[in-house]
């Protein structure tokens, strides 16, 4: 095996991949998935692993993934209160989906959620993202509360209130 691992278990059904900010490789494990089946997923797993990791390292590089300030993460957060749940109220309006609430987090790895009680929440880290990634955002997690999923269905329903759902997703990838 090319890389070394950092196993996380836990009562989850999947495996999944992840590169953290020091660039360690961690995989997360259902409790009982033996290690043959892990050290598998890994190995099919390597393109991803290095182009990640070279991803990483150039932004770690570039200073790009640099602490916010506690000022900054305080503006940005008094932003998203006033920002996101207008474009919320829009979209919503727009789609016929009202969501049973709206929270602003803290979340790094994650720019939104939807619960499934149709609980909507909203890093403040999206302020850092151009208007159209934001609206993408919304869109998105609204979409969830007729789609708990990310089936067909579920793009088809983006695509009908946003036909440049793709390069609007694709701002994200760029901080």
Request: one cysteine or more; proline letters at 3%; charged letters at 35%.
């Amino acid at each position: 095996m090319k890389y070394t691992y950092r196993l996380i278990r836990s009562k989850r059904k999947t495996l999944s991949l992840e590169i953290s900010k020091d660039l360690e490789i961690i995989v997360r494990a259902p409790l009982k998935l033996s290690k043959a089946i892990i050290d598998d997923f890994v190995i099919k797993h390597e393109a991803w692993i290095e182009k990640h990791l070279e991803i990483c390292a150039r932004r770690r590089a570039e200073g790009i993934s640099s602490p916010l300030t506690e000022e900054q993460k305080a503006d940005l957060e008094r932003k998203a209160q006033r920002v996101i749940p207008e474009r919320v109220r829009y979209y919503s309006t727009l789609m016929g989906l009202t969501p049973a609430g709206i929270k602003i987090t803290s979340a790094e790895k994650r720019f939104g959620s939807c619960s499934g009680k149709n609980r909507l929440c909203f890093s403040y880290r999206l302020m850092l993202y151009p208007d159209e990634a934001i609206d993408y955002v919304v869109v998105h997690e609204l979409a969830h509360i007729k789609h708990h999923d990310h089936s067909k269905a579920f793009y088809e329903l983006i695509e009908k209130y946003m036909p440049d759902h793709r390069s609007r997703a694709a701002l994200l990838k760029h901080r």
